[in-house]
């Protein structure tokens, strides 16, 4: 039986999966989720008696993870990454209270604020994700799965 079926996109575990495999509405998805739950922290960036380093670690927790949520496993295109960064770097500098006309380069604000570029991140999140599928048992599916690709790919050669 043969499945003919014409979709665009549907939503699997709170992430968006489209019929290009790309991740563009899955990241616009995971920045109004994470701009939601900044906005929702927003008497935390406000109050002074509560330090910078305090709402940086309230922000990496809160925000940065609904941010991040599946990105191990995303597809993306440099327009992406800097759709990503430029939400990430808008909110550090809320944090920091650095607003228009004063300036400072994203490399300065990650100096000042101990942060990573969310390049980066996403590079080590990658990477651990890696490992946790190399770990795991030769039965598991993404064991399977990746032999599947491995041996594909390799009667293309």
């Known amino acids: ?21 790309g ?6 998805t995971r920045i109004g989720k994470a701009r939601s739950a900044f906005h929702r922290l ?3 960036w406000k109050t002074p ?29 440099e327009k992406d990454i800097n759709r ?12 920091m209270k650095i607003y ?8 300065d604000l990650h100096k000042k604020t101990k942060s990573q570029d969310i390049e980066t991140t996403l590079l080590q999140k990658r990477w651990r994700w890696l490992g ?3 770990r795991k048992p030769q039965g598991d599916m993404t064991q399977r799965k990746k032999k599947e690709r491995t041996t594909k790919n ?4």
């Open 154 to 157: 390799n009667n293309m050669v």
């Open 132 to 134: 946790h599928v190399l």
């Open 84 to 95: 990503l960064s430029s939400f990430h770097n808008t909110c550090l500098r809320r944090i």
């Open 1 to 21: 039986m043969e499945n003919n079926w014409n979709w665009y996109s549907l939503s699997l575990s709170g992430s968006v999966v489209t019929s290009e495999g």
């Open 23 to 28: 991740a563009e509405q899955d990241i616009k």
């Open 49 to 77: 008696s509560i330090r910078k380093k305090t709402k940086l670690k309230i922000y990496n927790s809160c925000v940065t993870s609904v941010l991040l949520y599946g990105a191990e496993c995303w597809r993306m295109t």
């Open 100 to 107: 228009w006309p004063n300036k400072i380069t994203n490399e």
């Open 42 to 44: 927003r008497n935390i």
